[in-house]
């Protein structure tokens, strides 16, 4: 059975995004970057919402011959590119880069993709994550704290139906005060 992680970068006040899906406040350092690469290279099967999938497909095919780019951003763009995706949509007609689409139900695909054998697989994009959430079907959360407050926009965590008990795998920090907290599903 593969395990499925749920991280992204938020807020102090547990937002993934501003209002308008605005991100500005969370540019990664280079380190952070390259850890957020690093897990792109571990990671066998990644699951997108519609809002992330149009984010990132908007700009990480190209972004490796975009002027300026770093190394490790030329790295994370072929990691990105290669690794297989599963995006969840009923509004999108099709995806590319490496990616099938999904326009049933989410949480019976995961549920399927799970019980699979494989490497660990990320779920990202809060909403969707949310329908996993509810489900019980994420083993992990990977919060990357930047230090900054936005009041208000997406929500890492939304409302769940049941208390989920979490044990407290790692914690890291990074430069600028970037904290990374790892916590296990407790079951």
Known sequence: MRTLTFGMNLSVDGYVAAPGDDLGWGVPSD??????????AATSLALYGRRLWEGM???WPTADRQPGVTPAQIEFAGRW???PKVVFSSTIGA???NA?????????????????DGAPMDIGG??????????????????????????RGMPFFTALDNWVNLNLVETRTFPGGVHLTRYQTRR
């Not at 489900?135 to 936005?150: K, Q």
């Open 31 to 40: 380190e952070v970057f390259q850890w957020w690469s690093d897990r792109v």
């Open 57 to 59: 497909s908007s700009h």
């Open 81 to 83: 590119r290669d690794m």
């Open 95 to 97: 995806v590319d880069w």
């Open 100 to 116: 099938r689409l999904v326009a049933g139900d989410a949480v019976t695909e995961i549920t399927r993709l799970k019980a699979q």
């Open 126 to 151: 809060a909403t969707l994550a949310a329908a996993a959430m509810r489900a019980g079907l994420i083993d992990e959360y990977v919060l990357v704290t930047h230090p900054v407050l936005v009041g």
